[in-house]
Every structure is written in structure tokens, then in C-alpha cells.
Antibody, heavy 117, light 111 residues
């Protein structure tokens, strides 16, 4: 069974930093592109960042470019999101999502990030 | 403002059929596969339909998807109270960044 388990969320002050982690299991983690997708309270889904299986390049949404960095450790079956210069508008549930066959096929349960003073 | 346009809400009685529309443009729906996701409040989204009309293993055939031009439609027949959820369409947009784009979501109420 495919499982994606996020951790690392919490309350952080504006301008602060946080690192999210996602542990994958039940599949060959190193074979799949991985993504972070977020959902602000009461709002829709927003793609945040992606990284291919080989980490050859990364992509980020314009809203987080220069502030968020996606990375992975295939030996540990783990995905990360380093977030810095956090803003109130970054408050959201962050989902770790697997990409396969032109779709986001498996989603983690999410971790809540709250940016507030 | 979402790239893809969905109605905010739809409703129907148990046992009935409902459709949810998703409107886009040639740069997204018109030239890419569409997926649909179901999100029960308080839980993570779950893939319902991919490649416009394919169902992952375990998704009942009460759920169907279709695409025509720059629009897509999710259909649900034999509505059950357990189908109450938010439904999101998603695809890719060749004029934007490499990540996926989503509709604003449609809340389905089973009366």
C-alpha cells in the first residue's frame, strides 16, 4: 500500500523558517517525481513545487520562488520542503503528492503550517 | 482566482445523478489530460479520474469523466450520502509553470 506521511508543520512567526518532511513507503520512491501541493484554510489546491526522480532539476510556483526549496533523499525514501521568509499567506495544509501517468495519484494526509505572530 | 472554472456547489437527492463542469482554455484542458479529485472535509484529496475518463483501481463505476474541447465533466450516478465532498478538476497549463493547475472546487451536497 502506497503511503505518504508528512511531518514538520507547526506555528511559525512571519519571516521565520520551517522544514517539512515526507516519508514514502509501499512503492519504489526513487522512481517517481514528487510534489508539494498546499491548501489554505477554506481555499482550493495550489501546486507549490516539484522534483523529478533524479533530482536533476526542481520547479517552484512563482508565489514561493526564492523562498522555498524542494529536495529529496532517495536512500531514505524522503521528500523535503525547506521554507524560509514565511508570510501569513503561506498558512496552509501542505500535502506531499506523488506524480505518475500525468496525474497526482497519491496524497499524504497533510501537515498544517501556520504563519502568525 | 483559479485557472480552471468550476461551479461552487451542486446538489441532488440520493440515487440521482449529478454532473460537475470544469472550464478552461486551449493552453490547459484543450491540450492536456484532465484529472478529478475528491476531498471529504478534513481529509486529503483522493484521485477519482485521470486521463480524462479513467478510474483508478477501487473507484466505483458510478464515477465517470469526459472531456470536450476546453471543458471537462465529472459525472456521479446513484448518489450516496458518502459522496458529499468537494470535487476538484486538475490539469496542466503550457503557458504557466510546470506544476499542475486546479479548479476552485465544487461542493456536492446530497440532499
Amino acid at each position: 500500500e502506497v503511503q505518504l506521511v508528512e511531518s514538520g508543520g507547526g506555528l511559525v512567526k512571519p519571516g521565520g523558517s520551517l522544514r517539512l518532511s515526507c516519508a514514502g513507503s509501499g512503492f519504489t520512491f526513487s522512481s517517481y517525481s514528487m510534489n508539494w501541493v498546499r491548501q489554505a484554510p477554506g481555499k482550493g489546491l495550489e501546486w507549490v513545487a516539484s522534483i523529478p526522480s533524479s533530482s536533476s532539476f526542481t520547479s517552484q510556483a512563482d508565489s514561493v520562488k526564492g523562498r522555498f526549496t524542494i529536495s529529496r533523499d532517495n536512500a531514505k525514501n524522503s521528500l523535503y520542503l525547506q521554507m524560509s521568509s514565511l508570510r501569513a499567506e503561506d498558512t496552509a495544509v501542505y500535502y506531499c503528492v506523488r506524480y505518475a501517468s500525468a496525474t497526482y495519484d497519491y496524497w499524504g494526509q497533510g501537515t498544517l503550517v501556520t504563519v502568525s505572530s | 482566482q483559479s485557472v480552471l472554472t468550476q461551479p461552487p456547489s451542486v446538489s441532488a437527492a440520493p440515487g440521482q445523478k449529478v454532473t460537475i463542469s470544469c472550464s478552461g482554455s486551449t493552453s490547459n484542458i484543450g491540450n492536456n489530460f484532465v484529472s478529478w479529485y475528491q476531498q471529504v472535509p478534513g481529509t486529503a484529496p483522493k484521485l477519482l479520474i485521470y486521463d480524462n475518463d479513467k478510474r483508478p483501481s477501487g473507484i466505483p463505476d458510478r464515477f465517470s469523466g469526459s472531456k470536450s474541447g476546453t471543458s471537462a465533466t465529472l459525472g456521479i450516478t446513484g448518489l450516496q450520502t458518502g459522496d458529499e465532498a468537494y470535487y476538484y478538476c486538475g490539469t496542466w497549463d503550457s503557458s504557466l509553470s510546470v506544476g499542475g493547475v486546479f479548479g476552485g472546487g465544487t461542493r456536492l451536497t446530497v440532499l
